[in-house]
């Protein structure tokens, strides 16, 4: 996919430890259109891509706007983007892409965020806002000044929508969420965005009350039980080629795609962004992967080709 050139345009530290980058298109051309929900592959420098939601204006198609947390310990990305990157510089990024879709014509949404998950969630809010839709922001943080976007959420045309959980500790954030989502709502949808425990406890409370084709969720990392070690070998044929290979208990899929040299679209390499999902035309998949939602997973029909593997002793893909 090709990359776009941007330049940082803005640089602001929205809470501590969390900053906005409004990155501006040169040239004649606008960005692509793009729908909340949606994030861009980052090249932060030294080969280092990162995805980001954004969280911006998405009829300003003359910017976009990503926020970023800096990650402690950072496996890259998040010190290149607060101590490297500066207003001025150029980056390249990916079109936006959406794994994230927001269900405009649901009746009411009830979107959760905690920490840097704000980012799509605030975009989702802006649109339903936007729309005149029914829906209800609640947003988890450690405390006031972690709290990124703070002003624009409590003083914007829907702050009465938005409720602010600040400084809860695990038990009562899972008590929180548990009286958040204990009653349903008739054609009602979730989403939910922020780190893996609190992930984990928004899913098992959704999941209790509300039909799972409703919940909706992204992560920033895999869940630790699916990102395990590596099991047995198994076998894929690549349809569209006619070749069969070989995938061996400590590789993966994309491992075996890259060492024949067969070109596939990949980023995260965890089974987080979506890149990389690929249609199954027979076999079934042993998901590992973060992204897929359940139904994809049932229908069996596609997979990510970085983390999951076969449950069977071979898979057929349309490669
Ligand atoms: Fe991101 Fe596979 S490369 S999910």
């Known amino acids: 996919m090709a990359l776009i050139n941007v330049k940082v345009e803005k640089v602001t530290q929205e809470a501590e ?3 906005s980058f409004v990155l501006a298109k040169k040239g004649i051309f606008n960005f692509p259109p793009y729908t909340p929900g949606a994030h861009i592959d980052v090249h932060c420098g030294e080969g280092i891509i990162r995805q980001y939601s954004l969280c911006g204006d998405p009829a300003d198609r003359r910017h976009l706007m990503i ?7 950072s ?3 998040s010190d290149l983007m607060h101590k490297v990157v500066t207003k001025g510089d150029r980056l390249e990024i ?28 605030i975009a989702m809010a802006d649109r339903l806002h936007a729309l005149g839709r029914s829906f209800a922001l609640h947003y988890f943080s450690r405390a006031t000044e972690h709290t990124a976007f703070r002003n624009r959420l409590s003083e914007g045309g829907y702050a009465d929508k938005v409720i602010f959980h600040e400084g809860l500790d695990i038990r009562a954030t899972g008590q929180t969420l548990d009286d958040i989502l204990a009653a349903p709502a008739a054609d009602g949808r979730v989403y939910m965005c922020g780190p ?3 992930m984990d406890r928004a899913e098992t409370a959704a999941q209790a009350h509300w039909p799972v084709d409703t919940i909706n969720l992204e992560r920033f990392a895999a869940k630790p039980a699916l990102s395990g070690a590596l099991t047995k070998p198994f076998t894929v044929e690549l349809a569209q080629r006619g070749i069969t290979l070989e995938v061996g208990a400590n590789e993966t899929i994309l491992d075996v795609l890259e060492a024949h040299e067969i070109d596939a ?7 987080v ?31 990510c080709l970085c983390v999951s593997r076969a449950s069977n002793a071979k898979l057929i893909l349309d490669l």
Do not use: W, Y
Not at 265 to 271: L, N, P, V
Not at 287 to 294: C, E, G, K, V
């Open 273 to 303: 962004c979506g890149t990389c999902v690929t249609d199954v035309l027979a076999g079934t998949p042993e998901h590992r992967d973060s992204f897929l939602s359940p139904k994809q997973r049932r229908s069996g029909k596609m997979m």
């Open 75 to 77: 496996r890259g990305g």
């Open 17 to 19: 430890g969390i900053r």
């Open 94 to 121: 990916g079109a936006p892409r959406n794994n994230f879709p927001l269900d405009e014509a649901a009746a009411h949404s009830v979107l959760l965020a905690a920490g840097i998950g704000i980012t799509p969630i």
């Open 67 to 73: 926020a970023v947390r800096q990650v402690d310990p």
């Open 265 to 271: 679209a990949f980023s995260c390499e965890q089974g």
């Open 196 to 198: 893996g425990p609190f």
